[in-house]
């Protein structure tokens, strides 16, 4: 799985490792951090604490199966805002006239041509290398704009790229089509098809895009004459039998 690297100005330690952990996979628990960091549920308390009272998370009860309720913590608005994103407020209102004068597609048009050009400068080098060293390769250019994305190889022939954090989060939830440039740069870079399998706009944890790519015929074995009598149509891929 990839690494991802995100400056959180005025916190370090434990401090900007629980707001990333959160920014990640929130909402968490006290308990649920403390197995995330080898740490005791009483070590975050005092740190979760500080920074509630800054401002920057909230907690709320939750009953979670057996058992009395927990209090589960997540970032506020003012958390969110720690993290990158790449955007204005006069960016969002120049949009809006664009997509009156052409239409969503309009919009889309703009962010497809910022992300053309970066998968236009990084797919030379990556043309023959391998999906995974692909993916890993996005994961690290969304990771630079903002996304905290990393990457993680299912097998050979799939990956996955998942981006924790939205830089255009509040251009993305009042124009949403231009999640599909982001889709688009990905799917361009990696050279094959790629399904997202969630998306934060619509609450999930964070945007996971899937890619397969067919395997190689010099990858695919065919089976013994005794089980092919067996199983006339089954191969089996190299190293899996």
């Known amino acids: 799985m990839g690494s991802f690297s995100v400056p959180l100005a005025g916190f370090k330690g434990l401090c900007s490792g629980l707001l990333i952990a959160l920014r990640k996979e929130q909402p968490l628990t006290a308990k649920e951090l403390g197995t995330r960091f ?6 975050f308390r005092r740190h979760l604490k500080e ?13 979670r199966g057996v058992g009395g309720p927990v209090y589960a913590y997540s ?11 790449s955007y204005a407020s006069p960016l969002a209102d120049a949009l809006e006239v ?7 597609e309009g919009v889309v048009r703009i962010f497809r041509r910022r992300w053309e050009a970066l998968a236009d400068a990084a797919k030379p080098a990556l043309a023959t290398r391998p999906l995974a060293e692909r993916a890993r390769a996005v994961a690290a250019m969304l990771t630079d704009h903002g996304y905290m994305a990393e990457s993680e190889s299912a097998s050979p022939h799939a990956v996955l790229i998942r981006a924790h954090n939205c830089a255009l989060r509040e251009i993305a939830l ?10 688009a740069f990905i799917e361009d870079v990696v050279g094959t098809v790629v399904e997202r399998r969630s998306h934060m706009m619509h609450g999930c944890k964070s945007c996971e895009y899937a890619a397969h790519e067919a395997v190689p015929p010099s990858d695919i074995t065919p089976i013994g004459p005794q089980r092919a009598a067996r199983f006339p149509a089954a191969q089996t891929i190299k190293g899996t039998a």
């Open 38 to 43: 080898g740490l005791t549920a009483n070590a």
């Open 51 to 63: 920074l509630g009272d800054a401002g920057l998370v909230r907690f709320r009860r939750e009953v």
């Open 75 to 85: 970032l506020t608005e003012r958390g969110e805002q720690l993290f990158p994103r």
């Open 98 to 104: 664009v997509r009156a004068e052409q239409g969503s």
């Open 174 to 183: 009042r124009f949403p089509e231009v999640c599909s440039a982001e889709a």
